[in-house]
Nanobody, 124 residues
């Protein structure tokens, strides 16, 4: 059964950095586009970043461009989201997702598998 497991979320102060990780079962990691979304209380789930199957193409949401970066770690079959200069508005539950085609997408319904989420709170 396909599985995605996020980790790394915690409380940080504004301006600090944090790295989230998503470990994927081999059936997903080797053949799918991987993405990150986030959802704050009372808001819709928002696209954060996506990376292609080979890792050569990435895409980012407008609110995180220049601060977040996504990459694959083939040794651990994981996808990482490195976040710098965190802001209170980055507070949300962050979800890892996998898409069953090779084309990047920022559209939530395009993703087939989802993790349970990891909480990131940015507060002084």
């Amino acid at each position: 059964q396909a599985q995605l497991a996020e980790s790394g979320g915690r409380l940080v102060k504004p301006g600090e950095s944090l790295r989230l990780s998503c470990e994927a079962s081999p059936g997903i990691y080797n053949f799918y586009v991987m993405g990150w979304f986030r959802q704050a209380p009372g808001k819709e789930r928002e696209f954060v970043a996506a990376i292609s199957w080979g890792g050569g193409s990435t895409d980012y949401g407008e609110t995180v461009k220049g601060r977040f970066s996504i990459r694959r770690d083939n040794t651990k079959e994981a996808v990482h989201l490195q976040m710098i200069n965190l802001k209170p508005e980055d507070t949300a539950t962050y979800y890892c997702a996998a898409r069953g085609t090779y084309t990047l997408s920022s559209y939530r319904p395009d993703y087939d598998y989802w993790g349970q989420g990891t909480q990131v709170t940015v507060s002084s």
